[in-house]
C-alpha cells in the first residue's frame, strides 16, 4: 500500500511562491502522480500531472505558466512549484498516484487515481 503525505502548504500574499511536496512511503517509479485541490464548497479539481517517467506533464488552464510539477523518484517525491498566486489559489491541495499511465488518467478526475495523501493546506490572502 503506497502511502503519500503532503507539505509545504501554507498562508502567503498574493502574488507569492510555495512549493509542496508530496513524499511516498516506497518507490514512485511506476506511478504516474498527480496533484489536486479542493475549494469550500466545490469538487475537487485536478490542477497538475506527471508520467511516470516524468517525460510528461499536464496542467490546467488555470494554472498554466505559473505552476510547474517535477518528480525525484530517487527521493521518491514529487513537487509542486506555485508562482504568482492569486486568491482563487487557496483550497485544500492533494497530492495523488496510480499506476496508470496518462493516457488513462487524464482528463484528470479523482475516480482516476488510486492512492492519496492527507492534503495541505494553501491560503493566498494579504
Known amino acids: 500500500q503506497l502511502q503519500l503525505v503532503e507539505s509545504g502548504g501554507g498562508l502567503v500574499q498574493p502574488g507569492g511562491s510555495l512549493r509542496l511536496s508530496c513524499a511516498a512511503s516506497?518507490?514512485?517509479?511506476?506511478?504516474?502522480k498527480g496533484w489536486f485541490r479542493q475549494a469550500p464548497g466545490k469538487e475537487r479539481e485536478g490542477v497538475s500531472c506527471?508520467?511516470?517517467?516524468?517525460?510528461?506533464?499536464i496542467y490546467a488552464d488555470s494554472v498554466k505558466g505559473r505552476f510547474t510539477i517535477s518528480r525525484d523518484n530517487a527521493k521518491n517525491t514529487v513537487y509542486l512549484q506555485m508562482n504568482s498566486l492569486r486568491p482563487e489559489d487557496t483550497a485544500l491541495y492533494y497530492c495523488?498516484?496510480?499506476?496508470?499511465?496518462?493516457?488513462?488518467?487524464?482528463?484528470?478526475?479523482?475516480?482516476?487515481?488510486?492512492?492519496w495523501g492527507q492534503g495541505t493546506q494553501v491560503t493566498v490572502s494579504s
Open positions: 495523488a498516484a496510480d499506476r496508470s499511465p496518462l493516457s488513462i488518467l487524464v482528463p484528470m478526475d479523482r475516480g482516476k487515481f488510486r492512492y
Open positions: 516506497g518507490t514512485l517509479d511506476n506511478y504516474a
Open positions: 506527471i508520467s511516470r517517467s516524468g517525460g510528461i506533464t
